[in-house]
């Protein structure tokens, strides 16, 4: 029996180029695809995958919200997350949901098979990046005094990022951001963004 495969990607040159890849891959069968998580859920019981490919960023129903409906209504289908994102809230987000696997879009056409099959024998891929992303979240200080996404800011400004940056990744506007550095500097009782990173990473926090 060919594994049947359901595709939900907004972007119709990727949903076909991935259509075609998997179609023309030994014991896979592309039963659907769609742009958007309503028409694919209406269809869902019908079409019965046995894993779905998932993009995050998606018109009206996002693609968490998607992945959490799926595992109500199917919860044998198995989703892999293919996206371009890679911020940790998303991917917590996702897995916390109920996927199985997390890729990003740069990955090569053979990885995408690989993740497939190995979803199917119990398997979770993930990009490399963000298995490590999960792996340092388990060695993070859970007690931390930051939000998450005061722990997302200190992370990216540590990566020598720009406020206009880590504003556009974030998508706030750089206001935000320096009311999140505020509160950083409160929260640790430092003056600087050296001193802000060094005592985050002695304690932890990133």
Request: negative net charge; contains cysteine.
């Amino acid at each position: 029996m060919p594994i049947r495969l359901s595709l939900v990607e907004d972007d119709h040159l990727i949903r076909e180029a991935f259509t075609d890849l998997l179609n023309n891959t030994e014991d896979f069968l592309v039963v659907s695809s769609y742009s958007n998580c309503e028409e694919y859920l209406r269809n869902l019981t019908t079409d019965r995958p046995d894993v779905v490919l998932m993009d995050l960023e998606l018109p009206r129903m996002g693609g968490v919200e998607g992945i959490e409906r799926t595992k109500k209504l199917r919860p044998q289908t198995q989703l892999i997350v293919v996206t371009v994102y890679e911020n940790d809230e998303l991917v917590f987000k996702a897995l916390c949901a109920g996927a199985g696997g997390y890729l990003t879009k740069n990955m090569p056409p053979s990885r995408l098979i690989e993740a497939i099959r190995e979803i199917r024998q119990g398997g979770a891929p993930m990009s490399t990046n963000i298995a490590r992303m999960v792996v340092a979240s388990f060695q993070k200080n859970h007690h931390s005094p930051l939000t998450a996404r005061e722990t997302e800011v200190l992370e990216r400004i540590a990566q020598g990022k720009s406020y206009t940056t880590i504003a556009d990744e974030l998508f706030v506007d750089k206001e935000t951001i320096r009311t999140h550095i505020k509160n950083i500097y409160w929260k640790l009782e430092v003056h600087s963004k050296a001193e802000a990173i060094e005592k985050a990473r002695k304690e932890r926090l990133i």
